[in-house]
């Protein structure tokens, strides 16, 4: 991180000189912040793997009706 610039009228964001970017200067916040994100990034790969399992299971059940036909029309 370079040197910041202090934002006039603003005490919890600072700019960055090298990369212009907006930096928060509050510890706190940032720490929620990425508790935040981390929280919600379990939560996309929580959604995601439910997903997967469902796909999985669609498929399954595909495959037991095909064998079920398969079988019905050998009796």
């Known amino acids: 991180m370079g040197e910041l610039i202090e934002i006039e009228g603003r005490e919890d964001v600072a700019r960055d000189i090298n990369s212009k970017a907006l930096l ?5 916040e ?3 912040w990425l508790r935040k994100k981390e929280r919600d ?3 996309i790969s929580n959604e995601n793997e439910i997903n997967k ?3 999985e ?3 399954m059940k595909n495959t037991l009706n ?3 036909k398969i079988v019905r029309k050998s009796n």
């Open 24 to 28: 928060k200067t509050n510890l706190r």
């Open 66 to 68: 095909q064998i079920l």
């Open 41 to 43: 990034n379990k939560i």
């Open 30 to 32: 940032k720490e929620a």
């Open 57 to 59: 299971l669609s498929e």
């Open 53 to 55: 399992v469902k796909e």
